[in-house]
């Protein structure tokens, strides 16, 4: 089995900044890339950011500048530090993990950016 846990979601003024965590546990020899997607409401599901084991990243152009993926390989967990947040990055954030190929999801965490 695969566990994937999100933290670190909330409210935030535009502006603001948060820092999400995600950790990964269970059968995950074999873990490769590590990343956030967002859903917003009426939204499909949209990539983040991705990070490699050997810390390639990659980020949609609606983030670049603003926030930063990083990951601790030992501890298997990887984070999202989100900077100037707009109303527009309100979404809940999901994590994803690649493990030998097969995809494993988290349960999700709200973001909502408001004043």
């Known amino acids: 089995q695969v566990q994937v846990v999100e933290s670190g979601g909330g409210l935030v003024q535009p502006g603001g900044s948060l820092r999400l965590s995600c950790a990964a546990s269970?059968?995950?020899?074999?873990?490769?890339?590590m990343g956030w997607y967002r859903q917003a409401p009426g939204n499909q599901r949209e990539l983040v950011a991705t990070i490699t084991s050997g810390g390639m990243t990659n980020y949609a152009d609606a983030v670049k500048g603003r926030f930063t993926i990083s990951r601790d390989n030992g501890k298997n967990t990887v984070f999202l530090q989100m900077n100037s947040l707009k109303p527009e990055d309100t979404a809940v954030y999901y994590c994803n993990i690649l493990v030998l190929n097969t995809g494993y999801w988290g349960q999700g965490t709200q973001v909502t950016v408001s004043s």
């Open positions: 269970g059968r995950i020899f074999g873990l490769y890339a």
